[in-house]
Each structure stands twice: as structure tokens, then as C-alpha cells.
């Protein structure tokens, strides 16, 4: 898949909670994920570590969105995947109580 970019990109805690449900749709173009972490305000190694678990549980072409609240996360998400297992889907800095991201990596063969 595309990123908003047109390229293609491969590769905090305390209440995390863990949803397998899809998240709302929104105007823009979105995938329906088949897994969300809500990872905000959790400890960076326990995120992480449910990052590589809940990913290593998907099937290929399932599509996972994390939600985390420290600006420094995507980046460490990125690196504790292996680099070709995914493809980031779509990224974004969302601004409604208080600021947040989420990103979508669809898991790839």
C-alpha cells in the first residue's frame, strides 16, 4: 500500500488497553484495522513489547493501529519490527484532547 505520501515505507503504560476491534472511519482515507493497541501514557518497553507480540499473532494482510502518546514511539516501533514484515498504511498526529498518533502497519508475507 501508498502512504498519504505516495511513497511506500517499509520496515507510553499503565492502562494499555488492547482492542480487537476496528476503529471509526473517518473522512479520510482509512483501512479498517483488524487490531488496535491504545498505548497511551504506558512505559515504553511494556508498549513495545505488546507492539511485537499482538504483531507476531497477526496474519499477513491483517492491518494493526497503535495509539501512543510520546513522539518518540514511532520510531521505536519501527525498529523492533523486522524490516520487512510491514508496510506502514498511514501515519498521523491527531489534536483533540490533548495530542496523540497513530499509525497503521499492515502485515506483509
Excluded: Y
Excluded at 512505559?43 to 507480540?53: A, M, Q, R, Y
Excluded at 497503535?66 to 514484515?85: A, F, G, H, M, Y
Amino acid at each position: 500500500m501508498k502512504s498519504d505520501n505516495g511513497g511506500k515505507t517499509k520496515g507510553g503504560t499503565a492502562g494499555t488497553k488492547i482492542v480487537n476491534q476496528p476503529a471509526e472511519e473517518k473522512k479520510e482515507k482509512r483501512i479498517s484495522p483488524g487490531h488496535v493497541l491504545d498505548l497511551r501514557g504506558g512505559i515504553s518497553p511494556f508498549t513495545l513489547l505488546k507492539v511485537s507480540n499482538t504483531f507476531r499473532q497477526m496474519q499477513t494482510g491483517e492491518v494493526l493501529e497503535v495509539l501512543w502518546s510520546n513522539p518518540e514511539t514511532s520510531s521505536q516501533i519501527k525498529k523492533i519490527l523486522p524490516r520487512d514484515s510491514w508496510e506502514e498504511v498511514k501515519m498521523e498526529e491527531i489534536r483533540e484532547k490533548g495530542s496523540w498518533f497513530t499509525i497503521q502497519l499492515k502485515k506483509l508475507p
